[in-house]
C-alpha cells in the first residue's frame, strides 16, 4: 500500500480566511484519491489516504494523481502559506505530521510541494522529474512524458501528402507497407479540409468485425458533429440502429437476419453525415456549396471481409451525392504487389491506386517503452479485440479504475509513436503480444481477467449478444464459462442460424467450458439434442420436427444444469404440442415449468406453451391467463427493450397472445397485443415474427371492417417479397386481394379484377368468396371445387409453434385449433352449397346442401374459438332462404347465428372497435340485417 498525506500550513486559520479555497483542495485531494482507488481518513491537522499499488495500472494512476493535485496546488498560489504532499510506502504513523511540516517548510520546499519517497521516485522516474532529495524524498519538479519528436513519429507524413495533393480530388487508394503511417498521412493531408469536423472512419482491419467495423464508426465525436445538423427523428432511428447492432458484435459475421438493419444503419450514417458536412460553418466551397469537404477513409481494406465490403460499396454506390464525397483508403501490399481482389473490388470507388514500395521509405527507429505503457498497450490491444477504443474510459470505470487512466495512456502511446491514433489502439511494431507478454509476466492474466470481467458483465446486461464462437474467444481468457451463458449462446445462434460454431463443438465433441469427463458424464450428448431439436423448432421443416418423436433425449444426470433440463422439456412440449400430440406435451411442460421455477430462465417458453396446450384442449380463460403469464415473465414491453435476440420469447409471447383473444373473439385486445409484438421485434426490421405480428393485425383489421387499412398493412409487407413463387407470397397474395375486393365496397363486384397469379388455398377461399358476392354463381361452384381438393391435399394437425408459419394466412391462428383440412373442406362446402342455392338444381340436390350444412354447424363448429362464426351461419341462413325452407327454420338460423355474433361482440373491450365489428365487417352487418328482418333486434 502507499500512504499519501496532505499537509497545509495554518489550515484552520485558512479555513476562515480562504474558506472555498480550502473546501476546493480537500475536495480535489479526495476527488482525485477516489479515482486512484483510494481511501482518505481525516485527522486532526492533515488529510491521509492509502492507495493499492497492487492493482493495475498504479503507476499510470498516480501520475494522473500528482498531475491533478500539482496543478491545482499551483492555482491556489500565494494563498497558500506552506503545504506538502507527501507520497511514500514507509511513512511511520507517529512521524507523518513532524514529516510535513518539515517538508512544507520554504527551506526545503523549491518547487511543487510534492514528496515521494525514494522506492516510488524509480517507478515514476519515467514520467516525473524530481530534485532535491531530502531525507530519502525527493520533490517532484515537472512532468515528463515519453516522446519522440514529430518527424521521428511519422517520417513519411508530408511525403504521403504531397502524392495526395498531385491531382487532388480524386478517390485515392494508399497501399504499402503496413508500419509506414499511411492513415495518418491521409489525416495530415484531409486537416484543412475538415477544421473542426471529424471524417467518417470505417475501420476494416481492427477489433471486431461484421456490423461493428459501422457502429463504431458512430463515435462520440461523431454524434457531437451530427447534433443540432440533423433532425431529431432521423438520429433517434440512427442511435436506435447503432445501438441494437452494437450488441451484434461479438458474432463478428453479418448473419441473414441483420443485413437489414445493417444496411439501413450505415445509409442513414453516410447520408447523416454528407449533410452534416455541408451544414457545417466554413468559407463557401469552390462548387457553390457551403460547408466542409465530407471525408471518408475507409482503413485496412484488406481486413474486411466480403459481405461487409459488398455492403458499404453497394450504400455508397446508392448514394445521390457520392461524387461529392472524396474518399479515401489504405491497404497493405503482400508479396511487394497490391492484392488482385483488392484492385477488382475497389475500382469502382478509387479511379487512383498510390503504392509506395519498400524502397520508399526507410527503416523506423528503435521505441523504448516504460514498463507501466507496456501494460497500457497490451489492455488497449486486448481491449480493442471486443470493444471500441473510446468505449475504454467506461469500461475503467466500471471496473472500478479511473476512466482517466486510459484517456492519459493513450495519449502518451501516440507520442511515442507506439500507436498512430488513439481512435485506433493497434501497436505498430510487429511480435507485439509476445514482447508485451514477455515484459509484464503475471500482469497478462491480471488483464485477461479484467477483460473477461466487462465481457461476461455487457452479455449479462444485455449490452452485447453472446455467440459459440465468442465463448471460444472467452475461454482463451482462462475460468470457467458458466453453463447459464453457454446454453444463452446456443439459443442465440440458433435463432441468427449461425451455426457453424456449434457444429464444430459437435464435431470435436469440446463444448465450451465443459469440465474435464464431459463425455462421461453426458453434457456433451444432451447439449447436442438440444441443439438439434432447438434448431429444428426453429428453423427446421415438419418432418424435421417430427423426427424427434423418435429421437429422446439422453438420460438426464442428477447433477446436471437445471436449465438444460428444463430446456429439454420445453423442446419436448413443443415438438408434441406441434404434432397435437397433448398428453405428453403435458408430461413434459408440468417439468418444465417446475424446473424453471428454479432457473427463472425468461427464454424458456413454459408458460407460452402451457397456454398452447390449454387453448388446444380448448379452454380458452386458462389458455389467456398462461398467455399473461408468459409476458410477465419475458418481462413487460415498456421496460424490456434489451434490443437483443433474447427477446425473441417476448415476442412470440404477445403474438401467441394476439392470436388466442382473436379467437375468442376480443379484437381490440388482440390488436394490441399484436402492436406490441410488432413493436418489440421492430428491432430486427424484417424478422419474421414481426411481420406476423403485422399480418395479424391486418387480419385483426380486415375483421374490423378496416378494409383499406387491412389492404396497406398487407401491401407493405407485400413490398419486401421477392417476385417469384413462395408460400409466404401466396398468402400475402390471397389476403391483399380479399382486402382489395371488400375495400372497392363490392361496387363492381369484380371477383376477377386482380387475382393472385399462383392462388393457394387461402386465395381458392377468397376468391370463391369474390365471386359468390359478385353473383358469379358457376365460378364460385368450380372454385369450391377446387378449394375442397386442396384441402384434401392439406394434411392432418401439424403446428409450427416456434418459428413463424407463412403457409397460410389461418396458419398459427385457426390452425391452432383444428386441422387445415377441416377448415378448408368446411370453407368449402359452405362456399359450394351457397353457389348450388343460387343455381338451378334439382331440389334432391339442394335438400342434400342444407342437410349438410346442418350437420356442419351442429357437429363441427366450435363453442368458442371461430372467428367465422357470423359467416356460417348467414350462408346457412342464405341457403334455407334460396331453397325456400320453412320461416320457422330461417327464423332459428338466424337467432342462433345472431346470438353469437353479440356473444363474441361483447368480448370486445373496446367500443369503437365493437361497434366496427358489427357493423363495418360485411358479413357481420349483413347477419345482422337479417336479424332486424326477423324482429330479433
Known sequence: MVQILFFMRFRTQLRRTRPVLISR?????????????????????????????????????????????????????????????????????????????????????????????????????PFLNFETL??????????????????????????????????????????????????????????????????????????????????????????SFLSGKIPRETLDDLYSLGDFLFRERLSGKLFPSIKEETRLFLKILLESYIKASHSQNANPRPNGTSGIKPILILEDLS??????????????????????????????????????????????????????????????????????????????????????????????????????????????????????????????????????????????????????????????????NPSFGFLDKLAELGGRIDDALVLRALRVDVIKGTCAGIAKAIEKNAWPGAPAGTARNGRAGLLTWIYQSQNALVNGSEKEIQSFQDKPPPELPPSVFPGFKAQVHANLACIFLSVKDTAFAEEALSRAMLL????????????????????????????????????????????????????????????????????????????????????????????????????????????TGAYGKALELFSSLLKNEDEKPSPKRQTLEAWAYRSRFFASGLSGRNWAAEQPKNPNADALAFMAEAAFLSGSFKETLDLAGDLLKKSAEAGGAFTFIEQADWQSGFSQCEYLLEPRAAHLKRLALMYRSLALSCLQYPAEEKAKTVSLMRKILREELLPDGDPNDSFYYFAFYSVLKNTASPQVDISTAVSMGFKRLQRRASRIDDTPARQSYLSANYWNRALTLAAKEYKLI
Open 25 to 125: 483542495l480537500e475536495s480535489a485531494f479526495v476527488d482525485t484519491v477516489e479515482n486512484a482507488g483510494g481511501q482518505c481518513t481525516q485527522k486532526r491537522r492533515l488529510l491521509s489516504a492509502v492507495l493499492p499499488d497492487s492493482r493495475s495500472f498504479f503507476v499510470l494512476d498516480m501520475v494522473i494523481f500528482l498531475e491533478t493535485l500539482k496543478k491545482h496546488l499551483e492555482e491556489a498560489g500565494r494563498d497558500l502559506a506552506g503545504h506538502a504532499l507527501v507520497v511514500g510506502r514507509n511513512i511511520q504513523p507517529a512521524e507523518s505530521e513532524q514529516l510535513c511540516r518539515m517538508l512544507s517548510g520554504s527551506a526545503v520546499s523549491r518547487c511543487s510541494g510534492i514528496w515521494c519517497e525514494g522506492d516510488l521516485l524509480k517507478e515514476l522516474e
Open 134 to 223: 531530502f531525507k530519502g524524498f525527493g520533490e517532484l519538479k515537472n512532468f515528463k512524458s515519453p516522446s519522440r519528436p514529430a518527424e521521428l513519429l511519422f517520417p513519411y507524413r508530408e511525403k504521403i501528402s504531397r502524392a495526395l495533393s498531385q491531382n487532388s480530388g480524386k478517390n485515392t487508394l494508399l497501399t504499402g507497407l503496413r508500419f509506414i503511417g499511411k492513415r495518418d498521412g491521409i489525416y495530415h493531408y484531409c486537416a484543412p479540409f475538415l477544421g473542426d469536423a471529424p471524417a467518417l472512419v470505417f475501420r476494416f482491419g481492427s477489433g471486431c468485425k461484421g456490423c461493428a467495423v459501422f457502429t463504431d464508426a458512430l463515435s462520440p465525436a461523431l454524434r
Open 303 to 464: 481486413g474486411a471481409r466480403d459481405e461487409t465490403a459488398a455492403l458499404f460499396r453497394e450504400a455508397f454506390n446508392s448514394l445521390d451525392s457520392k461524387d461529392e464525397v472524396l474518399v479515401f483508403g489504405t491497404s497493405p501490399i503482400q508479396g511487394g504487389e497490391v492484392p488482385q481482389n483488392i484492385i477488382h473490388d475497389w475500382a469502382g470507388i478509387f479511379p487512383r491506386i498510390l503504392k509506395f514500395a519498400p524502397e520508399d521509405f526507410p527503416a523506423g527507429g528503435k521505441i523504448n517503452m516504460p514498463a507501466p505503457l507496456w501494460e497500457a498497450a497490451y489492455c488497449f490491444a486486448l481491449f480493442g479485440k471486443f470493444f471500441p477504443p473510446w468505449l475504454f474510459p467506461r469500461l475503467f470505470e466500471e471496473e472500478g479504475l479511473s476512466r482517466k487512466t486510459p484517456e492519459k495512456a493513450l495519449v502518451m502511446l501516440k507520442e511515442l509513436g507506439f500507436i498512430d491514433t488513439a481512435q485506433d489502439p493497434r501497436p505498430l511494431i510487429p511480435d507485439f503480444y509476445s514482447r508485451a507478454e514477455k515484459i509484464l509476466g503475471e500482469g497478462v492474466e491480471k488483464i485477461r481477467g479484467m477483460l473477461r470481467s466487462r465481457l461476461l458483465s455487457w452479455v449479462n446486461s444485455g449490452g452485447l
Open 596 to 703: 424453471n421455477q428454479n432457473v427463472k430462465d425468461p427464454s424458456v417458453p413454459a408458460y407460452r406453451l402451457f397456454a398452447l396446450w390449454r387453448l388446444f384442449n380448448g379452454h380458452f380463460v386458462d389458455a389467456i391467463e398462461y398467455i399473461n403469464f408468459a409476458i410477465d415473465q419475458s418481462a413487460p414491453v415498456e421496460t424490456s427493450y434489451q434490443k437483443n435476440d433474447e427477446t425473441q420469447e417476448q415476442i412470440k409471447s404477445l403474438y401467441f397472445a394476439a392470436c388466442i383473444n382473436y379467437l375468442y373473439g376480443n379484437l381490440a385486445k388482440a390488436e394490441r397485443f399484436a402492436y406490441n409484438a410488432e413493436k418489440a421485434a421492430a428491432w430486427f426490421t424484417r424478422a419474421p415474427w414481426a411481420e406476423k405480428a403485422r399480418f395479424i393485425r391486418g387480419r385483426i383489421l380486415f375483421e
